[in-house]
């Protein structure tokens, strides 16, 4: 007696189990994330989290849910590969007046923001983000998948050295740890030992790939953005830490000699490259790695660079300036010598900011076919992704492809995107549908 309820009790479940796992979407014109046409009026079928039909015709499973795509564009979710999510403030409020948990708490915020903007994966390039990855693969919060890089890899003086002028190193003064990295934003590290260290304590708490400060930036307390930062060995270093672990190096960059320097050492994936030169985008081409530059720069309003203001005042403008220039000549090179090009925009500083992130699609437009940006932003950012390897902790289907064996990571638009970006930027309007691992996040149709 017994044993039969036990296995009607099996059976029951089982069946509830398909009943809530197998998902029909019919009815919609399918971007599959690398074609230039759309496939249309066919069905996709979910199971759990993964595609495992695209087609015509699909028999219907018997307790299926079924979803009226309404005719519209069915697409890949989107991914930002350049992003940090717990920088929702700037670096002197978090350092010195937020509450780590209240950062957290913005943290998470700002993974559900990038969701509901399409973005079904990010690659975090810096700071605490193990947390709200962790929370978000466990389904306790929404947000993208997450690849982090964990604490930005910086030189004394570097790009992500953010104390304060007065404060000492703590090599030298022998005090503790400094706030900032003890909460996992930076390790601030010189020569090859401390490189070591900070690589492998990044890979312990889980990073997928390593972020490395090669060179100033616009926002650099002390390094100039023509600086060159880490010696040939230091970048070796972090990069053979990276290989051992079947990963790699991202680095921020804008300068050409550090570009150079970066590649030469093995790094894979230059992030920024503003200031880069033909030099550099023949180095890229030849050692087959990656450029991830935000060009929505160019068109950003005066108040982007100086909040509250119609015009940027000459001193930063001086800065600016030449960056916006070079971020013309470094895509109009990029697009000559066809390098592979990631999406990737940095949208940070506050929450709401994420927004931001959609106007790098029209702004690539300048260069690429509304296909080619989309393409950028599913499947050739999920080759990028796949540069890490067996420390890829997305591994059950594909990402950036609409395909069987695909996760089930997609977006459903009124109108085609393919002939007009405006689709995916103006998403409030057109965005309907968002599905990430087979969950559905928000559905209009
Ligand atoms: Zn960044």
Known sequence: MKKVSLIFLFALLSFHAMSQNSILIKNVNVWDGTSDKLNYNVSVLIEKNLII?????????????????????????????HVHLALTMGMNEIRNEADWMYTAVKAAKSAENFLMLGFTTVRDLGGPAFGIKRAV???????????????FISQTSGHGDSRNRNELSTY??????????ALGWEFVVDGVPEVLKASRENLRKGATQLKVMAGGGIASQFGPIHSVQFTTEE????????????????????????????????????????????????LVKEKGAWLVPQTFWTTAPASFWAPGMDSIPPKLNKKIKPVLEGTIKAMDLAKKYKINIGFGTDAYGSLGFEEL???EFTARTRWFTPQE???????ENARLLSLSGQSNPYTEGKLGLIKKGAYADLLI???????????????????????????IYKNEL
Not at 172 to 181: K, Q, R, V
Not at 257 to 269: M, T
Request: glycine share 8%; hydrophobic share 40%.
């Open 235 to 282: 970048l070796k270093a972090a990069v053979q830490v990276a290989a051992d672990w079947d990963t790699y190096v991202a680095v921020h960059i804008y300068n050409a000699k550090g570009a150079i320097r970066a590649l030469n050492a093995g790094v894979k994936c230059l992030d920024h490259g503003h200031l880069i030169n033909e030099e550099v985008v023949r």
């Open 357 to 359: 992130a959609l106007s």
């Open 413 to 439: 638009y009124d109108g085609n995107p393919l002939k007009d970006i405006e689709v995916i930027v103006n998403y409030k309007k057109h965005l309907k549908f968002i599905m990430k691992d087979g969950k």
């Open 172 to 181: 030298w003064s022998g005090t503790p740890m400094h706030p900032i990295d």
């Open 373 to 379: 940006v989309l393409k950028q932003a599913t499947s």
């Open 53 to 81: 039909d695209v087609a015509k015709q699909i028999d219907v499973p018997k307790d299926a849910t079924i979803i009226d795509g309404m005719g519209k564009t069915l697409i890949p979710g989107l991914s930002d590969v």
């Open 137 to 151: 693969d466990e389904g306790l919060i929404p947000g993208p998948r997450i690849y982090p890089s964990g604490a």
